[in-house]
């Protein structure tokens, strides 16, 4: 059964830290490009990060370049967003995905095979 579980959500202040996990079970980890997506209320889900299959390759979406840092371990077969800086619009569901493109420039939701149930982040002003 694949599955994709987020932790280490919750409310922070402007400013802080806060590092989210997934962990991967069910399938080929390390056969996987991982992303991380997040949906504000209101809003559309957005695409944050990706990483590439070995973890050398990463790309950020322009609204979090600078301040996020992803990275993966293919050992452990988890992926972390690192989140510095944070402010109250990063305020969302963040998810987790998996997708067999071996690309970095998997930016499209369509794109992705397996997802996690979300998390929330919520950054007080």
């Known amino acids: 059964q694949v599955q994709l579980v987020e932790s280490g959500g919750g409310l922070v202040q402007a400013g802080a830290s806060l590092r989210l996990s997934c962990a991967a079970s069910?399938?080929?980890?390390?056969?996987?490009?991982m992303g991380w997506f997040r949906q504000a209320p209101g809003k559309e889900r957005e695409f944050v990060a990706v990483v590439s299959r070995g973890g050398g390759g990463t790309y950020y979406a322009d609204s979090v370049k600078g301040r996020f840092t992803l990275s993966r371990d293919n050992v452990e077969k988890t992926g972390s967003l690192h989140m510095d800086s944070l402010k109250p619009e990063d305020t969302a569901v963040y998810y987790c995905?998996?997708?067999?493109?071996?690309?970095?420039?998997?930016?499209?939701?369509?794109?992705?095979?397996?997802w996690g149930q979300g998390i929330q982040v919520t950054v007080s002003s």
């Open positions: 995905a998996a997708t067999r493109l071996a690309v970095v420039s998997a930016r499209r939701e369509s794109e992705y095979d397996y």
């Open positions: 069910g399938f080929t980890f390390t056969m996987y490009t």
